[in-house]
């Protein structure tokens, strides 16, 4: 059995064209949802397809920079990983609402969005993910937080002694949350965790599918219901984290190292080189 058939990426290449592809079918496919009645429809989804691919791209190396953190267990690369993958995402997002590339950027912390509006006037704000925040609260039933892990990672880590029920687990990750074995350091099975939170991370371009109602119906639908108009001060709808979960149970519904959601986890994680 060779390494694509184990991992289902043989190398960089066939990684990085699939973390491009992604970032161009949500950045194409959202552009032409969201493009204005007198734009032309081909280059609206062209500008979304190069942009999102742009974004795909960063994606891609922020994942190698976890895979150098995989086997040299050097905390030291997964800083620069997470605000490279951000940027990624924050592309991906831009295209997807037909936005310029640079006109929004956002980094998250845990359940919490930092968003960073650079085009009409400098902004900063801070929103939670409510379904994300749900998911956190979830991992950390009968579970101990690892705060020193959690500030080395920009997410909150926690341990336990059983996951799943199954001794086999070393660790699981869900939204941008992570549950390690107790016992479990550096680069044993953080960087392939990592992995999985960036894959959701990636899907946010999915939200903005949604962009061009919200814009124009929020403000609406708040008049009439005002908690509407504080839901959206105070968060940011994660669409991705259900578009996440659907695309995994597709991918793996055994919930086992099959698909290619695992594969590439393994493929960015693992302390052993395949290529």
Same mark, same amino acid.
């Given at each position: 059995?060779?390494?694509?058939?184990?991992?289902?990426?043989?190398?960089?290449?066939?990684?990085?064209?699939?973390?491009?592809?992604?970032?161009?079918?949500?950045?194409?496919?959202?552009?032409?949802?969201?493009?204005?009645?007198?734009?032309?429809?081909?280059?609206?989804?062209?500008?979304?397809?190069?942009?999102?691919?742009?974004?795909?791209?960063?994606?891609?190396?922020?994942?190698?920079?976890?895979?150098?953190?995989?086997?040299?267990?050097?905390?030291?690369?997964?800083?620069?990983?997470?605000?490279?993958?951000?940027?990624?995402?924050?592309?991906?997002?831009?295209?997807?609402?037909?936005?310029?590339?640079?006109?929004?950027?956002?980094?998250?912390?845990?359940?919490?969005?930092?968003?960073?509006?650079?085009?009409?006037?400098?902004?900063?704000?801070?929103?939670?993910?409510?379904?994300?925040?749900?998911? @956190?609260?979830?991992?950390?039933?009968?579970?101990?937080?690892?705060?020193?892990?959690?500030?080395? @990672?920009?997410?909150?880590?926690?341990?336990?002694?059983?996951?799943?029920?199954?001794?086999?687990?070393?660790?699981?990750?869900?939204?941008?949350?992570?549950?390690?074995?107790?016992?479990?350091?550096?680069?044993?099975?953080?960087?392939?965790?990592?992995?999985?939170?960036?894959?959701?991370?990636?899907?946010?371009?999915?939200?903005?599918?949604?962009?061009?109602?919200?814009?124009?119906?929020?403000?609406?639908?708040?008049?009439?219901?005002?908690?509407?108009?504080?839901?959206?001060?105070?968060?940011?709808?994660?669409?991705?984290?259900?578009?996440?979960?659907?695309?995994?149970?597709?991918?793996?519904?055994?919930?086992?190292?099959?698909?290619?959601?695992?594969?590439?986890?393994?493929?960015?994680?693992?302390?052993?080189?395949?290529?």
């Amino acid at each position: 059995m060779n390494s694509s058939e184990i991992f289902g990426q043989a190398n960089d290449l066939e990684a990085g064209l699939y973390n491009v592809g992604v970032g161009s079918i949500l950045g194409g496919v959202g552009a032409v949802i969201n493009k204005e009645p007198d734009e032309k429809f081909g280059k609206t989804f062209l500008k979304g397809l190069g942009q999102g691919a742009l974004g795909g791209y960063l994606v891609f190396e922020s994942k190698r920079l976890v895979r150098s953190f995989a086997r040299t267990g050097n905390f030291n690369y997964v800083w620069p990983s997470k605000i490279v993958n951000s940027a990624g995402a924050s592309i991906i997002e831009n295209a997807a609402a037909n936005r310029d590339f640079w006109a929004r950027w956002h980094l998250n912390i845990a359940f919490n969005r930092i968003e960073i509006n650079t085009k009409e006037s400098f902004k900063v704000s801070l929103r939670i993910m409510p379904f994300d925040l749900a998911a @956190t609260a979830y991992q950390a039933i009968d579970a101990t937080p690892d705060w020193n892990m959690s500030f080395r @990672t920009g997410t909150f880590v926690f341990r336990k002694r059983v996951i799943w029920d199954d001794p086999g687990y070393r660790g699981s990750a869900f939204g941008n949350s992570i549950q390690l074995l107790h016992g479990i350091s550096g680069n044993m099975a953080l960087p392939h965790e990592i992995i999985h939170t960036y894959q959701y991370e990636q899907l946010s371009g999915f939200n903005s599918f949604l962009f061009d109602f919200e814009e124009k119906y929020k403000n609406k639908i708040a008049q009439k219901i005002p908690i509407v108009g504080t839901y959206h001060k105070i968060f940011y709808s994660d669409y991705n984290l259900l578009l996440m979960n659907i695309t995994s149970l597709i991918s793996n519904p055994n919930r086992d190292s099959s698909g290619f959601i695992e594969s590439e986890a393994r493929y960015f994680g693992s302390e052993f080189p395949y290529n």
